[in-house]
């Protein structure tokens, strides 16, 4: 029996006090959580380091830092660029909208990238999970790998969506709502680094 | 916002029709409802079976019981529970009640089925994510449940999971070992399908009302799963991260939660510099907001269902609101009443002190509700309206004991003794307990399309509702004479004169669990054999009760109702009947 959705006309329902669609609401209430997550091991970060009376600061200029500022820079830029994509996704420019969404995800990838170059340099100078190559505090490495690993797990996530995201709007399975909520996600994904860079980088810096 | 709700609504609304579409992997709520509910029932009878066992051997501790040996051959050898057997069932006792029941049924259960239909909406907003969340729950609690069957069975360290003792493996004890891990993997799980389940709720809450639906009008119980579903999303992903880090410090290395130099049975464990109070931290920081995650869907259910049968509505009904949601915001601030003696800075627990006792304000302003509107109210004494007022008698038994506990210096002497046990059993326990049941005599009808037999249902009321007493108030007296908790037995020279009142406590409990299989024989019972329910046996006003029995697949049948009243408009003078229901345009003038 076919039953005819009775929700989907606008004069039936009440307005949902935001005026934003579901999907939009649910991707805020996720950013909501995702960052409760993100304080939540930053502050287990903070906790160990305040208790701790050996940390280490090992990040040098070159080249820890410069290549942590590079990736901030490919992150913030791609940030612009998923902007660009969601305002040509709005105003119907499909082509373009994919040719920024491509962009971003390229950019995603390229700080994904970075991000692995110096978690092997850091595990080539003995740094683990366990181990701190200064003697130090071995919680550092606990900290370092844990916290930007769940940031670049969700760089991954993101880099992943945002191609699905390129392929579905060309061939029109998503569209602009679908874009602005992988926006809401990237931008969050670059607002976290905002913090875990100076907390993780600048304030272990030599 | 045409395209708003246009987008809200993008999934199909045909019935399935396979029988695998339809009940295992359905994605219509009421369906994930029953699943959850389902799911609730058989965690709380194993949590019950294990409660049986404990309180049998604090009873006495060397009574063999038959075929335990054959569970754990190593936990209960000669079918005597070892004290490490001991601390594992009530490790499970403990993670079942309180993630797989008391979070599950009020909650996910009866929010799944009725959100939905209280709001007006033909389903959840997301269905397809809202089967997910009932997939990944139902693993989560797969997952726990094989830590029975793995070497070294069930964990000792508590549903608390406190470290080192969870963190540092096998080492610790028997079920320290995978045991533990298989908690920690599950519990990681469970926090996903919670957050799932959260988004579903805020989102069908907030974009699904139908016309006439404001804000104002939600019933009680919408407005409660509401708000739990805020308090989930981040209470969760608190402990999310926590799991995981835990996990981190059993299986890779790590020391987060280990400090240094500590000796377990003669091995100094290769950690260092961790903390203990990290993880107590954030495990409580979930853990309070947790427990108003139990019982705000219970004080919600209760305030829907009473008026039905006082037929007169609750005393502000707005300041009642204000009260659940005050609630889950103070729930955030007070995690640290639970380590007054953990060695936090003893100044610090002023600080969580204050703002506990803080929440008693709203707490006993919607109890002070509840009375002034049963005051005077002609009640119609069916099942659900006598769980509804055993809820609040036992609200304020076990809140009472919530302001000793609350101030550090009494919590130094009463923490970790069965006071502590009692007063959460009481008002986190048996309160969401008596709500579910009310909920369940009252929803059942809509859900199944019978009414269940109100004779059995009294009879196990009473026995419930004594017996529940006969369990937890002794425990009140246990504490104050100093019986520590998590002790497997009492044969210490102290503690010796009490096992009278343990035995007595046992009795009580193996009665009182029994009186729950009169319950589980009606609920099945009913369902193939009770008389017919009509589409609104109680006559009651909210949405649910404008729709047939059992609803539909799209819940009102390709209608789309329009709402006119307030949700709880009984004992009206001047209208056609003595109640309006929402859906009724019937205006009458007050003077």
């Known amino acids: ?206 | 916002m045409s395209e708003a709700t246009a987008h809200a609504a993008g999934h199909q609304h045909t019935a399935p029709t396979g029988f695998m579409r339809k009940y295992i992997f359905s994605v219509d709520h009421k369906v994930i409802g029953l699943q959850y509910y389902g799911l609730g029932l058989v965690a709380v009878l194993i949590g019950m079976v294990l409660s049986w066992l404990m309180r049998l051997h604090l009873g006495w501790s060397t009574l063999a019981i038959p075929g335990l040996e054959k569970l754990s051959p190593a936990g209960a050898p000669g079918n005597v529970m070892t004290p490490e057997y001991y601390l594992s069932l009530m490790t499970m006792h403990g993670t079942i009640m309180v993630f797989f029941v008391l979070t599950n049924a009020p909650f996910s259960g009866f929010g799944n089925y009725f959100l939905p239909i209280q709001v007006g909406a033909a389903d959840m907003a997301f269905p397809r994510m809202n089967m997910m969340s009932f997939w990944v729950t139902l693993t989560s609690f797969l997952v726990l449940m094989a830590a029975f069957f793995v070497p070294g069975g069930p964990p000792l360290s508590g549903w608390t999971a406190y470290a080192p003792l969870s963190a540092v493996g096998q080492a610790a004890g028997p079920g320290q070992g995978l045991g533990q891990s298989l908690w920690g993997l599950s519990i990681a799980i469970f926090c996903v399908g919670q957050l799932l389940g959260s988004l579903n709720f805020i989102a069908t809450t907030l974009d699904l009302r139908t016309k006439g639906m404001s804000l104002a009008r939600l019933p009680f119980s919408t407005w409660a799963w509401f708000i739990t579903s805020v308090i989930g999303l981040m209470a969760f992903a608190v402990l999310l991260p926590a799991c995981i880090l835990l996990i981190l410090d059993r299986t890779a290395g790590t020391s987060f939660f280990i400090p240094a130099g500590l000796v377990i049975n003669d091995q100094l464990q290769p950690h260092a510099g961790g903390s203990p109070l990290l993880w107590q931290h954030l495990f409580w920081f979930f853990g309070h907001p947790e427990v108003y995650i139990a019982i705000l869907p219970a004080i919600g259910i209760v305030s829907h269902i009473l008026p039905a049968f006082m037929r007169k509505p609750l005393l502000g009904p707005r300041v009642l609101v204000g009260c659940i949601a005050s609630i889950g915001f103070l729930s955030y601030m007070v995690w640290g009443h639970h380590m007054f003696v953990s060695g936090m800075n003893p100044f610090s627990a002023i600080l969580f002190s204050v703002p506990t006792l803080v929440i008693t304000i709203p707490a006993t302003i919607a109890t002070l509700l509840w009375i002034g509107s049963v005051y005077g109210a002609r009640i119609r004494f069916t099942t659900a309206s006598l769980f509804c007022l055993g809820f609040v008698s036992v609200f304020i038994s076990g809140g009472i004991s919530g302001f000793f506990l609350a101030q550090p210096s009494i919590d130094t002497y009463l923490h970790a003794t069965y006071f502590v046990v009692a007063h959460f059993h009481f008002v986190m326990g048996v309160a969401a307990i008596f709500a579910i049941f009310a909920g369940t005599y009252f929803w059942m009808p809509k859900m199944v399309g019978r009414m269940m037999n109100e004779t059995l249902g009294k009879i196990h009321f009473w026995l419930t509702f004594v017996g529940v007493y006969c369990i937890f108030m002794p425990m009140h007296y246990l504490g104050l004479a100093g019986n520590v908790r998590r002790y497997a037995a009492f044969t210490d020279d102290f503690l010796a004169p009490l096992i009278p009142v343990h035995q007595f406590i046992t009795i009580a409990a193996l009665v009182t669990g029994a009186a729950q299989l009169i319950f589980v024989f009606n609920l099945i019972w009913s369902r193939f054999r009770g008389p017919k329910a009509s589409d609104n046996p109680w006559e009651a006003t909210s949405l649910e009760w404008s729709t047939a029995t059992p609803p539909p697949f799209d819940n009102f049948g390709g209608k789309q109702l329009v709402v006119h009243q307030e949700a709880y408009l009984y004992g009206v003078e001047g209208a056609s009947a003595d109640y309006i229901m929402q859906t009724s345009p019937e205006t009458v003038k007050t003077s």
């Open chain 1, 1 to 206: 029996m076919e039953v005819s959705a009775g929700h989907g006309h606008a004069g039936l329902m009440e307005e949902s006090p935001y005026g934003i669609p579901s999907g939009k609401l649910a991707m805020w209430c996720f950013v909501l959580s995702d960052a409760v997550t993100f304080s939540a091991v930053l502050f287990a970060y903070g906790y160990l380091r305040v208790g701790s009376p050996d940390w280490s600061t090992p990040f040098v200029f070159v080249p820890s830092i410069l290549n942590g500022l590079v990736m901030t820079f490919v992150l913030l830029t791609s940030g612009l660029t998923m902007l660009a994509a969601v305002e040509a996704a709005k105003a119907g420019r499909t082509a373009a909208g994919t040719r920024w969404l491509w962009a971003t995800c390229v950019l995603g990838a390229l700080f994904a990238a970075m991000h692995l170059m110096e978690w092997r340099h850091m595990i080539e100078e003995g740094w683990r999970l366990f181990q701190n190559p200064l003697g130090g505090a071995v919680q550092f490495g606990a900290a370092f790998f844990s916290v930007t690993g769940l940031h670049l797990l969700h760089v991954v996530g993101g880099v992943v969506a945002l191609a699905i995201m390129a392929l579905g709007l060309r061939s029109g399975k998503y569209n602009r709502i679908d874009v602005e909520i992988t926006g809401i996600y990237w931008h969050f994904v670059d607002l976290v680094w905002m913090f875990v860079f100076p907390l993780i980088y600048l304030m272990n810096a030599k």
